[in-house]
């Protein structure tokens, strides 16, 4: 059942001017000194280095990228009645479907204002690194909009996994290398030491920035953790909060999964800024997978975003540069970092974070299927089960929000293996963790 329609924002939120303090800056690597414009200039088109550092609250969003976002925005807010009704609980469970943009996730909010930035500057060409391939998908397909080429490095393990997302990107447009790749220094250095290595968001990071920054007419494109990206995201919770507001049902719980943290601060920042100046007063809750649980076991500290080391030094919660998830079927949420700014709301206790392991996901995303119909992308199934598990707690009537970010439709083979018996829930041992961290910069 549709629910209620919402408007499309005109403006992105930056949450940053809202705080009670401002996050620790990025730092140069050589000086540690806070990076300037001109030291990100080589990957980032002005605007968005700008954007990247802003201190308004909201910033208008281009009509051209409006013009895109007609072709799948407003989203869907939707209330899970059959999924309510198989778990016999008095919780009203909303969940905002990204699954409708032309990729089906979440990505194009923030792959279509780089694209169109980056296109104003002049630039020919963008270079990024895509996990489970969503992110790959919406970069490529929002540099065709703009008439970009894209070169893009997708995790090994995925790229193995996913080879539809791989058709998709090119599809598009776009050249797909699997990483660590011998195309680049970095992904030769991997592979010297590791020839089978399954690869890692880190890795993949570095070969598209070393591309990047190698060539005049190129810029990096980034799907998550900056803070450009998690503020294009807000057009999300701005279309939830008015959603809601329009059938005065405010959320009491709001659950989104983290990897780099784009989605769940997309979902969450609007919220929290009314949580902030009184208005409202829901919980929120990341849930980060058991194999990569940065949040929750991770240490916060200065890191770098990338394994080679190229990237500025950003303080987050980490399991460190060189950790390599094991390869589970959430490929877009295997990274050893979280998003600096949700890593910094994290450490001022507005939020609390949970890991889960992927049984107990694709358990929930089963029955989430089996009830509501729609096959949900591994990545957000692990929101499905903190929320079905909060929903069976319930006693009283309470309203949990969630963001599902996209749908399932290219990792059928990952659901096939769970409906086989065949997936299993890999374990992190504290050695693997402690090793990782003794290497922090």
């Not at 009704?85 to 909010?109: D, F, Q, W």
């Not at 096959?375 to 319930?394: F, N, S």
Request: proline share 10%; glycine share 8%; hydrophobic share 35%.
């Amino acid at each position: 059942m549709e629910g209620p329609v919402a408007t499309l924002p005109s403006r992105w939120y930056n949450i940053v001017p809202d705080l009670p303090s401002p996050p620790p800056p990025p730092l140069h690597p050589a000086t540690r000194e806070p990076v300037g414009p001109e030291d990100l200039a080589p990957l980032f088109p002005a605007d968005l280095i700008a954007q990247e550092v802003a201190t308004d609250p909201y910033l208008e969003i281009p009509e051209e990228v409006r013009d895109v976002y007609r072709l799948w925005r407003p989203t869907p807010l939707r209330r899970a009645h059959r999924l309510e009704k198989a778990l016999g609980t008095p919780a009203r469970i909303y969940y905002k479907y990204e699954g409708v943009s032309p990729v089906g996730s979440h990505k194009p909010n923030t792959a279509v204002p780089q694209a169109f930035y980056n296109a104003r500057q002049g630039i020919r060409r963008l270079t990024t690194e895509t996990g489970a391939g969503q992110w790959g998908s919406a970069l490529a397909f929002a540099s065709s909009q703009f008439g970009l080429e894209t070169e893009i490095w997708m995790v090994r393990a995925s790229y193995d996994q996913k080879p539809y997302r791989r058709s998709m990107m090119e599809l598009y447009g776009a050249k797909v290398h699997p990483s660590p790749s011998p195309l680049t220094t970095s992904g030769s250095k991997v592979l010297a030491e590791a020839p089978d290595s399954p690869g890692s968001l880190g890795i993949a990071i570095s070969e598209a920035v070393e591309v990047a920054a190698s060539s005049e007419d190129t810029r990096y494109a980034l799907g998550s953790v900056l803070n450009h990206v998690l503020m294009h995201q807000t057009v999300i919770g701005e279309e939830a909060l008015e959603q809601l507001t329009d059938i005065n049902d405010p959320p009491d719980l709001i659950i989104g999964c983290t990897g780099g943290g784009s989605n769940f601060a997309g979902l969450a920042f609007p919220f929290l800024r009314e949580k902030l100046k009184g208005r409202i007063n829901p919980d929120f809750l990341a849930v980060e997978p058991a194999a990569s649980p940065s949040f929750t076991r991770g240490r916060y500290a200065y890191d770098f975003g990338d394994t080679a080391g190229f990237t500025p030094l950003l303080k987050m919660h980490t399991l460190g540069h060189d950790f390599i998830p094991d390869p589970i079927h959430a490929g877009g949420l295997r990274y050893h970092g979280m998003a600096p700014l949700l890593s910094h709301i994290y450490d001022l206790d507005l939020f609390t974070a949970v890991a889960k392991p992927q049984r107990e996901c694709f358990e929930a995303g089963v029955l989430f299927a089996r009830t509501e119909g729609i096959v949900p992308a591994p990545e957000p199934t692990h929101a499905l089960a903190a929320a079905i598990e909060e929903a069976r707690r319930c006693t009283e009537p309470k309203v949990i929000l969630t963001a599902l970010c996209g749908h399932g439709h290219f990792d059928m083979t990952a659901y096939d293996r769970y409906l086989q018996g065949d997936l299993e829930d890999l374990s992190l041992s504290p050695d693997r963790i402690d090793r990782s961290l003794t290497r922090l910069p």
